[in-house]
Nanobody
Framework: EAQLVESGGGLVQPGGSLTLYCEAS????????MFWYRQAPGKEREMVAS????????NYKDSVKGRFAISRDNAQNTVSLQMNTLKPEDTAVYYC????????????WGSGTQVTVSS
């Protein structure tokens, strides 16, 4: 059974940093492009960052460019999101997502981890 487990969320002050982790199991991780999404209260889920399965090509939402960095380790079946200079508007539940690179219809989601940026 495909499973994605996020960790690393928490409460941080504005300007602070957090690193989110996602551990994958039950599927061939290296066949999947990996994504981080987030959903704030009352808002739709949005893509924050992505990294391709091979080559590690990355893509970011404009508002996080230069502050967030996504990385993956295909040997450890993990993907991380380093978040720096956090702002209150980054507060959301962050979700890890895997999509089969050859066919995005096949997609798996984690249950999410809360990130709260507040003084």
């Amino acid at each position: 059974e495909a499973q994605l487990v996020e960790s690393g969320g928490g409460l941080v002050q504005p300007g602070g940093s957090l690193t989110l982790y996602c551990e994958a199991s039950g599927f061939t991780f290296s066949n999947c492009d990996m994504f981080w999404y987030r959903q704030a209260p009352g808002k739709e889920r949005e893509m924050v960052a992505s990294i391709s399965n091979i080559g590690g090509r990355t893509n970011y939402k404009d508002s996080v460019k230069g502050r967030f960095a996504i990385s993956r380790d295909n040997a450890q079946n993990t993907v991380s999101l380093q978040m720096n200079t956090l702002k209150p508007e980054d507060t959301a539940v962050y979700y890890c997502n895997a999509k089969l690179a050859r066919n995005y219809r096949y997609s798996f989601w984690g249950s999410g981890t809360q990130v709260t940026v507040s003084s």
